[in-house]
């Protein structure tokens, strides 16, 4: 939480409070504690921030209109653009898996960068937007749901997966996507929450507050703990269905072929794909599996207020909350193989149902990371610094 001074700060992660010095550029400031990185001074930030903000913008407009990818085989050719793809699973009946694709590969990061543009251009200019709180609070909201690149990395897992049964050209829109995945991911980099604070406080001239996260007391800590309970059970009885059924029905010549996670990974891996093999593995596999049983330690831990520990327990908890997300691969990987592969009895790809169970899980899970409160390894509850 920012405090009314905008250089005092209680961490985002174990709750100390620390009062930092301004930055020079290029430098950071890190809690005593727990070393969580409080605030770093990007040269140029805003006009960077500003220029790569529209440098997105643009090359998310050039990915839609053109050719996705192009997908060839005996003869029968077929081609997506973007805007395709959704069409495609919507006209299949498959309206979760159109909304989510929708949803985080495009209305999100568009949300961010427009949000972005609309608080810096005043904010360069000494004025403070109207609800520039809000929309700041809202940009940084919607971050870790925004998933441009790894909807990429799927999309270069599929293609290796039928590279050996199809010709594949890849469009202009697809190298526009890359691009916009840079320049996206290049302002993720430069941004910097207590800076942005900085300038609102400044602009505004009263001190905003950013609430998120602060340290739970009492009926808080115990409502933390239960939330978080209920997201690890919910995650465990949708990772069953994720890995028993089928994630997808491949239809050759009039028969189907149906693979679970675990059958496509074991099938790469005999065709020698040992490189995507291991992704998959990794990412749908082991990172859902290391990230429950993740939570359910650092959860009992805090609830069974254990006091030893504290940085191996927090080192865990940022590389859970930071690999999460990164199982949706194999769900755009599917997304991917359902659009451009339609060609009737010939050789079409159908999602199954352990496509929404495991997008599921991987939802549930970064809900339960974002519940679990990471002032409580410290017990900041009992010893909170002021």
């Given at each position: 939480?920012?405090?009314?001074?905008?250089?005092?700060?209680?961490?985002?992660?174990?709750?100390?409070?620390?009062?930092?010095?301004?930055?020079?550029?290029?430098?950071?400031?890190?809690?005593?504690?727990?070393?969580?990185?409080?605030?770093?001074?990007?040269?140029?930030?805003?006009?960077?921030?500003?220029?790569?903000?529209?440098?997105?913008?643009?090359?998310?407009?050039?990915?839609?209109?053109?050719?996705?990818?192009?997908?060839?085989?005996?003869?029968?050719?077929?081609?997506?653009?973007?805007?395709?793809?959704?069409?495609?699973?919507i006209d299949n009946q498959y309206h979760t898996l159109a909304l989510m694709e929708l949803v985080t590969i495009f209305v999100i990061p568009l949300i961010i960068l427009l949000g972005l543009i609309y608080l810096l251009f005043p904010l360069k200019q000494g004025r403070c937007p109207p609800h520039g709180k809000r929309v700041l609070d809202?940009?940084?909201?919607?971050?870790?749901w925004s998933m441009a690149e790894i909807f990429l990395i799927g999309a270069l897992v599929s293609l290796i997966k039928i590279i050996s049964l199809a010709d594949i050209v890849l469009g202009p829109s697809f190298f526009a996507y890359i691009l916009f995945s840079v320049a996206l991911t290049t302002v993720m980099l430069h941004l910097d929450k207590h800076q942005l604070y900085k300038l609102l406080n400044k602009a505004n001239k009263e001190p905003v507050e950013d609430k998120h996260h602060s340290s739970s007391h009492g009926n808080d800590r115990s409502i933390s703990i239960q939330k978080t309970w209920a997201l690890i059970i919910t995650s465990i009885v949708l990772y069953i269905p994720a890995n028993m059924l089928p994630i997808m029905n491949t239809?050759?010549?009039?028969?189907?072929?149906p693979s679970t996670i675990l059958g496509g990974v074991i099938l790469l891996w005999h065709m020698g794909s040992y490189p995507i093999a291991a992704v998959i593995f990794i990412a749908s596999v082991a990172v859902p599996v290391a990230k429950i049983l993740v939570l359910i330690w650092l959860n009992y831990s805090v609830q069974r207020r254990q006091t030893n520990l504290?940085?191996?327990?927090?080192?865990?908890?940022?590389?859970?909350?930071?690999?999460?997300?990164?199982?949706?691969?194999d769900v755009y990987v599917v997304i991917i193989l359902v659009s451009l592969i339609q060609l009737g009895n010939t050789m079409s790809i159908y999602p199954g149902g352990a496509s929404l169970a495991f997008c599921g899980v991987v939802i549930v899970t970064m809900l339960a990371a974002m519940t679990f409160d990471s002032h409580l390894i410290f017990n900041t509850d009992k010893n909170h610094e002021h």
């Open positions: 939480m920012l405090t009314p001074d905008p250089d005092n700060i209680i961490c985002h992660e174990c709750g100390l409070s620390c009062s930092i010095p301004p930055l020079a550029d290029s430098h950071k400031a890190q809690c005593p504690r727990c070393g969580f990185v409080l605030s770093a001074k990007h040269t140029n930030a805003l006009d960077r921030i500003l220029a790569f903000s529209f440098t997105a913008l643009i090359f998310l407009a050039a990915s839609l209109p053109f050719e996705f990818l192009s997908f060839k085989s005996n003869g029968l050719e077929r081609t997506i653009d973007v805007a395709a793809s959704f069409n495609i699973l809202m940009v940084f909201w919607l971050i870790p239809r050759l010549l009039g028969q189907d072929d504290t940085q191996e327990r927090i080192v865990l908890y940022r590389i859970a909350e930071f690999v999460g997300r990164w199982s949706m691969v």
